[in-house]
């Protein structure tokens, strides 16, 4: 399942963030901006090694870092803007690499309401809102979804047609169900709205449980 994700400014895919880290070793006009950027004392808290390079979008080239603190969402990045000859420091912080959607469609959100599912069950009852919302899309704009089976996960992720309001629909979550070809047995749910996916045996992080 090659689905996009971004953490700031360049999408990627997640094989970018799982590659050997040492992208700050590279030599180039960028590794070169991510080697100085690194060394000022303000940055200190920052991974002195182990960067990927996500890539590059227009102007903008960004690195990825693990980074051991909750609070940062176990990643950081760095972007860098082209400024005619060299790179200068664009943006920086944590980093929750979230999936990219285009055109006429919403990322949603999911998780199981009841907590646990039916492991001989071929189905599962979720709660749906749009990415970044505590409110559902409509039912009938719910696209079918995107799965990855693996022996010890299953990650799903949904999408739906954008609504033709700009602003977050209202009310609460949407019930929505969704097949699968097998049983789940004993493999983990994964909310593929984020990468790595999120256990959606609980409401994303920040979720309120009110519309807007």
């Known amino acids: 399942m090659a689905a996009p994700y971004a953490c700031d400014t360049v999408p990627f895919l997640p094989g970018a963030l799982l590659q050997p880290g040492a992208a700050e070793r590279d030599d180039d006009a960028a590794a070169e901006a991510l080697r100085q950027f690194l060394s000022r004392p303000e940055n200190d808290f920052m991974p002195a090694t182990g960067w990927r390079r996500l890539g590059r979008s227009g102007p903008f080239m960004e690195f990825a870092n693990f980074i051991a603190d909750p609070a940062w969402n176990s990643y950081v990045s760095v972007t860098f803007e082209a400024d005619r000859n060299a790179w200068r420091p664009f943006r920086w912080g944590s980093c929750e690499p979230r999936r990219v959607v285009t055109g006429n469609t919403v990322s949603l959100a999911w998780w199981l309401p009841e907590g646990v599912p039916d492991q001989a069950g071929r189905s599962i009852a979720v709660s749906v809102i749009v990415d970044g919302c505590n409110a559902g899309p409509a039912e009938e704009g719910i696209e079918p979804p995107l799965l990855d089976i ?55 992080l920040g979720f309120g449980g009110i519309g807007g």
């Open 150 to 204: 693996a022996g010890d996960a299953v990650t799903i992720i949904l999408t739906s047609r954008r609504d033709p309001n700009p602003d977050c629909p209202a009310g609460g979550p949407t019930p929505w169900t969704i097949d699968l070809p097998e049983e789940i047995g004993t493999r983990a749910l994964l909310d593929g709205s984020v990468f790595p996916g999120r256990d959606a045996t609980t409401e994303p």
